[in-house]
């Protein structure tokens, strides 16, 4: 069975983990990158996991789990080292919430692929559980590829777009111009770091009609 590739938005969402070891603190991590409102329960919890609930940034109820922690949760994840734990929390869950369940991907209804981030650009990736480890390697591979000059190719690229959006009214010609920011030559002029350049070459691109 494949699964459906989506991008959730987070923000303002109330996220809950059970669990606060390693496993448990990298979702987390993403998590609160996401802008989840995470919530952490666990009698106990690794270090940057305090520190995070120390400097507000999620809350963490030292406990056990029971069923009721995750009544009101848009996404869940069972993520202790103990199986029994992490079947209690898939079976309090109800059929509309969001539930991962890291040792037992069949009981979960999504995923959560490898990623690789650099600025706005986010690349996931998944072999659907037939190879972790090919995952994690294509995902080393894609950072020798997309280093951080694409991060700041990217600022650029939206910045351009907002201009485009607002002096450029012919489709015709907005078209023409996203199509040239693509091109080679601004690429290559982010990664000599020649910015100026760049936008005097894209003011070249502005003002040229067809």
């Given at each position: 069975m494949s699964e459906y590739p989506a991008m959730i938005r987070l923000t303002g969402k109330k996220v809950t983990v059970i669990g606060?070891?390693?496993?448990?603190?990298?979702?987390?991590?993403?998590?609160?990158?996401?802008?989840?409102?995470?919530?952490?329960?666990?009698?106990?919890?690794?270090?940057?996991?305090?520190?995070?609930?120390?400097?507000?940034?999620?809350?963490?109820?030292?406990?056990?789990?029971?069923?009721?922690?995750?009544?009101?949760?848009?996404?869940?994840?069972?993520?202790?080292?103990?199986?029994?734990?992490?079947?209690?929390?898939?079976q309090a869950v109800n059929e509309y919430q969001l539930i991962n369940i890291v040792d037992h991907p069949e009981k979960s209804n999504f995923i959560v692929p490898s990623t690789f981030r650099?600025?706005?650009?986010?690349?996931?990736?998944?072999?659907?559980?037939?190879?972790?480890?090919?995952?994690?390697?294509?995902?080393?591979?894609?950072?020798?590829?997309?280093?951080?000059?694409?991060?700041?190719?990217?600022?650029f690229l939206k910045s351009c777009r907002e201009v485009v959006k607002q002096q450029v009214k012919n489709p015709e010609d907005r078209k023409r111009i996203f199509e040239q920011l693509l091109t080679d030559d601004f690429l290559k002029l982010t990664q000599l770091?020649?910015?100026?350049?760049?936008?005097?070459?894209?003011?070249k691109l502005l003002q040229v009609k067809e």
């Open positions: 606060g070891g390693k496993v448990a603190e990298r979702k987390i991590d993403s998590l609160l990158q996401a802008g989840g409102s995470v919530v952490v329960v666990s009698p106990d919890v690794t270090e940057p996991i305090k520190q995070w609930a120390k400097d507000m940034q999620l809350t963490w109820i030292s406990k056990d789990f029971e069923p009721r922690d995750v009544n009101d949760a848009f996404l869940v994840i069972a993520a202790t080292n103990q199986r029994d734990v992490n079947e209690k929390v898939f650099q600025g706005h650009l986010t690349i996931a990736i998944s072999t659907s559980g037939a190879s972790p480890g090919l995952a994690k390697k294509i995902k080393r591979d894609l950072a020798n590829q997309y280093d951080a000059s694409y991060g700041n190719y990217l600022d770091g020649e910015f100026e350049e760049r936008e005097k070459l894209f003011m």
